[in-house]
Structures are given as C-alpha cells and as structure tokens.
C-alpha cells in the first residue's frame, strides 16, 4: 500500500526526504484518480528500497494542494532533495511513471 501522505506528515516524508518522492494528487470522486491508484501501489512496491511512492488526497489535505498548486487532478509531482523537479497532469502509462523515477535515481 503507497505512503498516505498529509499536511502534517508532508514535510518530514516528501521534502526532507533523502530519495526520491512521486505524490499523486487525487480525490476519491475522481475517476481517472482510481485508474492511477493500482499503478502508484506498484511502483511503491517495486521503488521501496530507492524511492518514496505514495499518494495525497486533495479533498483532505488543503496546505499542500495550495502549496503546490494543485489545480487539476490526478497530478503527480516528482520530488528530488526536497524540489519539485517534474510534473504530470493526468493518466499516464506505468512505463511513463518508472521512466521519472529512474531517472531520479
């Protein structure tokens, strides 16, 4: 199960964060979100030795949405050394995600 990242845990997990960090913005109601969420469990259980995957409810979590701007969801954000250094707005295939993320590593 991917990391439930919070307004409160956002800071300790994401930005001082020695791996590299994928956060998926999404909402319950959100359709393409649910079609994301298999894909992000995956790649948590396949990154969890090098990266830290895990998603962040919009609907919950108001700081961070603001924050970052999170204006359309599903987004994802790629964090590395605490910066966001890319983003991706929408559905996107697995291979699309592990390609970020090894990129990062």
Known sequence: MAIEFTDENFEELVIKSDKPVLVDFWAEWCGPCRMLTP???????????????????????????????????????????????DKIVGVVPKSQLVNKLNALL
């Open 39 to 85: 894909l992000v469990h995956e790649l948590y259980e396949e990154y969890k030795e090098k990266a830290v995957v895990g998603k962040c409810n919009v609907d919950e979590n108001n700081d961070v949405t603001v924050n970052y701007n999170i204006r359309n969801i599903p987004t994802i954000l790629l964090f590395k050394n605490g910066q966001v250094v």
